[in-house]
């Protein structure tokens, strides 16, 4: 004899064991995106990695005040620096400022800079800066893209898959 279930035993069911829903933590954050490095760079590959940050620097990346639009990283006597990046100085902390438009040091492992130092090693490719934001555990992390920067034809070309997906997206949202 096969026992019928109805629903409302397999929804008890589910709901005697605890399930492991991922919430939101409020340590994770993006604080700055840099949405015009993919229309104006192709990127092959991206890294994250860490940054070297001051008391005050950190407090104005928590209010969510930070741009990367302008920000290139290089690689300079063997470190990985973030350079034109701008953090503005916080209110509170007038005693002891800091400078707005410095460079900072991103840190990562030997072998990830090995390999940032091949990929721009090759001709037109440069390290774009894509998002930076608070991580689980509430540090400041930096995603790094190896990037080649676009003609006007390929910018022509991202345009219009754009266009055309934003169409169609369109008209099966009023089909159906």
Same mark, same amino acid.
């Given at each position: 004899?096969?026992?019928?279930?109805?629903? %409302?035993?397999?929804?008890?069911?589910?709901?005697?064991?605890?399930?492991? %829903?991922?919430?939101? +933590?409020?340590?994770?954050?993006?604080?700055?995106?840099?949405?015009?490095?993919?229309?104006?760079?192709?990127?092959? +590959? +991206?890294?994250?990695?860490?940054?070297?940050?001051?008391?005050?620097?950190?407090?104005?990346?928590?209010?969510?005040?930070?741009?990367?639009?302008?920000?290139y990283a290089t690689v300079? &006597?063997?470190?990985?620096?973030?350079?034109?990046?701008?953090?503005? &100085?916080?209110?509170?902390?007038?005693?002891?400022?800091?400078?707005?438009?410095?460079?900072?040091?991103? =840190? %990562?492992?030997?072998?990830?800079?090995?390999? =940032?130092?091949?990929?721009?090693?090759?001709?037109?490719?440069?390290?774009?800066?894509?998002? =930076?934001?608070?991580?689980?555990?509430?540090?400041?992390?930096?995603?790094?893209?190896?990037?080649?920067?676009?003609?006007?034809?390929?910018?022509?070309?991202?345009?219009?898959?754009?266009?055309?997906?934003?169409?169609? &997206?369109?008209?099966?949202?009023?089909?159906?």
């Open positions: 004899m096969v026992a019928s279930t109805s629903l %409302v035993d397999f929804d008890a069911r589910l709901n005697y064991f605890p399930t492991m %829903v991922k919430k939101s +933590d409020p340590n994770s954050k993006v604080v700055a995106d840099n949405r015009r490095a993919r229309y104006n760079y192709a990127i092959e +590959d +991206d890294i994250e990695c860490g940054i070297m940050l001051e008391g005050s620097e950190v407090k104005s990346l928590r209010e969510g005040k930070c741009n990367i639009g302008e920000s300079d &006597a063997g470190e990985l620096w973030l350079v034109n990046s701008y953090f503005p &100085a916080y209110g509170q902390a007038k005693a002891f400022p800091h400078n707005e438009r410095r460079r900072r040091k991103l =840190l %990562v492992s030997k072998r990830e800079l090995a390999k =940032l130092w091949q990929g721009i090693g090759r001709e037109g490719m440069t390290l774009v800066p894509l998002r =930076l934001y608070f991580n689980e555990k509430g540090r400041a992390k930096l995603k790094l893209g190896i990037a080649k920067g676009k003609k006007v034809s390929d910018k022509r070309e991202t345009e219009k898959k754009r266009d055309w997906q934003r169409q169609k &997206a369109r008209l099966l949202r009023d089909r159906g």
